[in-house]
């Protein structure tokens, strides 16, 4: 059974930075994408990055601007995502999600997605 | 504003037909997969159809997915009550250097 667990969200101030985890097990990790994207209160989905297998290329969301930084480790099957210069816009539901292949692109997106963790930035 | 355009809300009675659409351009839909998910109150998204019509294994038969050049459509037949949810298409956006790109959801209310 495919589970993913993410943590690391919590209360935190503007300016500061976190790093979410995603545990995965029940499937083969290291030969899939990997994506974070981000629900705030009572909106939409929004896509944040995705890491290809290998681990291959990144790809970030224009919204990023150089804050957010992708990573994984197929040792540990986790996924981070590192934000830095925390804004109150970032406050969100950040959900972790597998890819449906080895590269989240034109034929292949998320398949399986975590129950999330929650990122509230305020003073 | 999301790039995918869908209704913010839809609604049918038990038993009914419901059909979602999901508008966007040449870069998106027209020349790419789309996705569709489902997300209960509370809870996760769920893939409900993928590359444009494909089911995964559990997804009720009464969910399909079409798309004709820049739009597509996701069908339930025979809706029931817990077909109460959020749907939000996605899709690959080959602009920029690439991004993933969703829908602004749609809400389906039961009557």
Redesign the interface.
Known sequence: EVQLLESGGGLLQPGGSLRLSCEASGFNFRQYAMSWIRQAPGKGLEWVSSIDNGPGPTNYADFVKGRFTILRSDSKSTVYLHIYDLRPEDTAVYYCAKGLAGAVTGPDLMDFWGQGTLVTVSS | Q?VLTQPPSASGTPGQRVTISCSGSSSNIE???I?W?Q?LPG?????LI??NDQR?SGVPDRFSGSKSGTSASLAINGLRSEDESDY?C???D?S??????????TKLTVL
Do not use: M
Request: proline share 7%; hydrophobic share 30%; charged share 10%.
């Open positions: 999301s020349t790419n997969y996705y998910y997300q809870t996760a998204p769920k893939l993928y590359r995964p939000y996605a899709a690959w080959d920029l250097s690439g991004h993933v790109v969703f829908g602004g959801g």
